[in-house]
């Protein structure tokens, strides 16, 4: 397991008398030495992320209609011998010490239980739909009702794969099967298709909730099973919120106000990904003000460029009172809620 350690932690440590004054600097000057074997040990992560990222990918969206056409129970068989595989696999490198190549692998096995599932109902005869209009191809682009038993599946199989292999990105698989879920639930209750601005509010909704979730779990376990439902349900939340184009200039500032708040919450959890989809859409708010004033002007490009670098400028400065900050706002927090997030005392 890594630790992340930085000068805040030390500091704490001096004052429980863990260390003594001074040598808080001693260690942190000794593991910035580290950084050079830490860096390549990052660039082998990005080389694991990718390879289980090109599996899901191969085994999911890019299935082609020849797959489709090898049969069912063939396909049921296939798809079957290549989770088990896989979990097979992930299970051996985690007990031998590999646990971020053995988890990675483990959350392909579950973003395969879909594929697995549909093979299953066609073999038994309980595929709910019409095969010309919908298959296997259509589940990641279309919303249906009749892909519940799919995503249902892939909920239920990621929570004992936590339980088998405890590692964050599997709860990635599972989020957006939750996703997919809330959208096909809402067309279902509805009674129709939705349009494309009902499908954007049941996603924001869904984004939310994720949010909240990850956030009550965030604290709660030694490892960060909370950055992946983050990242999911920002996805969700804020490409929802920034497809809600509009003209009125009220609504506008909302949305500006909504990603400030985004900014503040990175603040208050220490957590970077909301930093970037705030500032995203504080610079898009902006840029549509800027382009609306200086329109058609020479000024315009000016404008944008002077908007990037002040978005740097608001990054280093974060940087630079973090911990300062953080520590302000949890400050102003009730008891309770320091009590019952343990996010927030991180």
């Known amino acids: 397991m890594t630790l992340k350690i930085d000068s805040h932690d030390l500091a704490r440590a001096v004052q429980a008398g863990v260390l003594q004054p001074g040598q808080d600097q001693a260690l942190l000057a000794f593991l910035s030495q580290q950084s050079p074997a830490r860096a390549s040990f990052q660039l082998a992560h ?5 390879g289980a990222m090109l599996i899901i990918g191969a085994m999911g969206w890019l299935l082609t209609e020849a797959w489709m056409r090898v049969g069912d129970i063939a396909l049921l068989l296939v798809s079957t011998a290549y989770m088990l595989f896989f979990v097979l696999c992930g299970r051996s490198l985690w007990q031998r010490g590999s646990p971020i190549p053995g988890g990675l692998l483990g959350a392909v096995a579950v973003s395969m239980t879909p594929l697995v599932v549909y093979a299953a109902q066609r073999v038994l005869g309980l595929w709910p739909m019409d095969d010309v209009q919908h298959n296997y191809h259509d589940y990641y682009a279309y919303v249906h009702g009749g892909w519940l038993a799919m995503e249902v599946a892939t909920v239920l199989v990621g929570i004992l794969m936590l339980r088998l292999l405890p590692f964050p990105f599997i709860v990635m698989p599972m989020a957006m099967a939750l996703w997919f879920l809330s959208m096909d639930l809402a067309e279902l209750a509805y009674g129709a298709a939705l349009s494309s601005d ?7 909704w869904t984004g939310l909730v994720i949010l909240l979730g990850s956030l009550w779990v965030d604290g709660r376990s030694r490892q960060d099973f909370a950055f992946w439902g983050y990242l999911a349900g ?3 939340f804020w490409c929802s919120l920034t497809l809600m184009g509009s003209d009125d200039h009220l609504r506008k500032a909302l949305y500006c106000l909504i990603n400030l708040g985004l900014i503040g919450v990175a603040v208050l959890l220490r957590r970077p990904v909301f930093m970037v ?6 610079a898009a708010y902006l840029g549509d003000l800027a382009y609306r004033v200086f329109e058609d002007s020479l000024l315009f490009p000016i404008i944008v460029s002077l908007l990037g670098l002040g978005v740097i400028a608001l990054g280093v400065a974060y940087q630079k009172r973090r911990d300062r900050l953080t520590h302000s706002l949890r400050q102003r927090l009730p008891a309770a809620w320091l009590d019952f997030l343990p996010a927030l005392r991180r």
């Open 46 to 50: 990005v080389a694991y992320y990718f």
């Open 198 to 204: 009902q499908l954007r509010w049941v996603s924001l």
């Open 234 to 236: 920002l996805l969700a």
């Open 277 to 282: 989809f705030g500032a995203l859409g504080v």
